[in-house]
Each structure stands twice: as C-alpha cells, then as structure tokens.
C-alpha cells in the first residue's frame, strides 16, 4: 500500500519545513509547497526514499492560480490525503499606519488562500470519502496582540473556518482542526528582540518557547491513527503562554 500523501504549504522553512521533516519520518509522503526551494529541504527530499518528500514552487497568494495548482498535484500524485494549510506572513503594524494593500496581501495568503486551496483539494477526499486538513492558525487569534490587529484577524478566520468546515464535511470522514502556535523563533518572528522573547518565556508556565518540532508533533498528531475522532478543535502549543 502506498504512504498517505499530505500537501504542506509553507514548507520550505520555519514550522513547515519542521512539519515536513515529522511528517516523512512518520511514513507519509510529502508534497511541499512554497515559492523557492530551500536548502533544508532539498536535503530533506535527499535523504528521503525516492519521491517520498517532493517540491512544488507556487506563490500561494496568485488565488487565480489555485484550481490549477490542485489539479497537478492531483495528477501529479494522485489521491491526497491530507493538507496542511500552513504558509503565512506576519506583517505587523499600528492598524491606522498599515497600507491598504499590506493589509489586503496578507489576507489575501493567510485566509483566503487556504481556503480556496481547501475547497480543490477537498473534493477528492469527498470522493475518496477520507482525508485530514490541519490549519496553522496562532495564539494571537485569542490573546490578541498589539501591532497584529490585522494578522490575528486572518488567523481567527482561520479557527471559525476549521469548526464550520469540520461540522460541513465531518460525515464524508474528513477531520478538520487547527494547531496555535505562541511564539516560535523563525524568520517570521525576526523583528522580535531577544529581550521580549525573553519576557514572552518567562510570562509561559513552562518558562520556555515552544519549538517548531513541537508544532510538527502536534500536526502529525493530528493526520495520524491517533487523532481519528478529533476534529473542529484547536491544539494550542505554546509552552503554556495562555494557560
Ligand atoms: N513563528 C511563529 O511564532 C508563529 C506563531 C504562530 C503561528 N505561526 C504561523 O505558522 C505559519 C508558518 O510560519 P513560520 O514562522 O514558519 O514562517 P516562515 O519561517 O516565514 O516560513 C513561511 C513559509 O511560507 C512560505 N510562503 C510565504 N509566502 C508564500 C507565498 N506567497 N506562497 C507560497 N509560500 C509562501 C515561505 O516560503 P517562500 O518565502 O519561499 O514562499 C516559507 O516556507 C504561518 O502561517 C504563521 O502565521 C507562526
């Protein structure tokens, strides 16, 4: 029996790459996702068996493109099994001083992309009457933050559209759910000192940053055996930040 396929975007760095990396080690195939290759994964795809871990280039925020996009992959590698909406931009900003087309990108690739993606994708898993969709949401969807107004509004999007979705396909076998990370160091959390990191740890009960491996455990979690009866539901992985 071939491994169950998983489309990841985002996966060229950060939490996607980390995921990617879980999700080959844990016998699925991986379809990644992102604009550029990277280094990383090109090694990932390297030490992997022939075909388990392959590259797509796409720019995510192209939405014209999506339907396209889903049907090579669909033909491509068949039958998917699961997809994790991952890719995002975190463009900050005082709300009043954000540019209208900031705003309007970021919506654009952290909401309405992965929706739109989803509904291709999903239709096979429909047919195929299985399938899993993991959502990369963010603890700032609840907690809020000052400067990400419009970044918690995209991933709050993202939570309602898991619980919808989940109640929407949840008879044809289809499981729906959203991981929220805290604070992750990657290149999207560069702009952030070392002091506030610092602060944002020592205010989490485990006095510690979540790490992307621990997002990548979670996520595998969530497409496993193990997860079959979870759906519509957020796992938060923040080293308790919002406990
Ligand atoms: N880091 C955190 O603290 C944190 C916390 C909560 C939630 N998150 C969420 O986790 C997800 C991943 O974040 P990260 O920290 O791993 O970010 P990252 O290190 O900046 O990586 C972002 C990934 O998305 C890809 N990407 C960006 N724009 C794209 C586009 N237009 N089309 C296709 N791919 C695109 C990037 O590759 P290319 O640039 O090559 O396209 C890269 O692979 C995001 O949704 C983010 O909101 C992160």
Redesign the pocket.
């Known amino acids: 029996m071939s491994a169950p396929k998983v489309v990841v975007?985002?996966?060229?760095?950060?939490?996607?790459?980390a995921i990617s990396r879980r999700l080959a080690a844990s016998g699925f195939d991986v379809v990644a996702?992102?604009?550029?290759d990277?280094t990383e994964l090109a090694e990932l795809r390297a030490v992997s068996a022939p075909g388990a871990v392959s590259f797509m280039p796409?720019?995510?925020?192209v939405i014209s493109g999506l339907p396209e996009l889903a049907k090579c992959v669909r033909t491509t590698h068949g039958a998917i099994f699961g997809l994790v909406n991952?890719?995002?931009?975190?463009t900050s900003g005082v709300l009043a001083n954000m540019r209208d087309t900031e705003i309007e990108d970021l919506i654009r690739?952290?909401t309405v992309s992965p929706i739109i993606l989803t509904k291709h994708l999903l239709r096979p898993m429909l047919a195929a009457g299985a399938g899993r969709i993991v959502n990369?949401?963010?603890?700032?969807a609840f907690t809020g933050y000052s400067g990400l107004a419009a970044?918690a509004a995209s991933?709050a999007s993202l939570i309602g559209f898991t619980r919808s979705l989940a109640r929407e396909v949840g008879r044809a076998g289809i499981n729906v759910n959203a991981v929220?990370?805290?604070?992750?160091?990657?290149?999207?959390?560069l702009d952030m000192g070392e002091a506030e990191r610092d602060k944002i740890a020592q205010r989490s009960a485990l006095r510690r940053l979540a790490e992307?491996d621990d997002v990548a455990n979670a996520v595998a979690f969530l497409l496993g055996d193990g997860a079959r009866n979870i759906s519509g539901t957020v796992l938060t992985i923040d080293a308790g930040n919002t406990a």
């Open positions: 975007t985002g996966a060229s760095r950060g939490l996607g790459l996702i992102a604009r550029r990277s796409f720019d995510l925020s991952n890719a995002g931009i975190g690739l952290n990369v949401a963010s603890i700032i970044y991933k929220a990370p805290g604070f992750i160091a990657t290149d999207l959390t992307p």
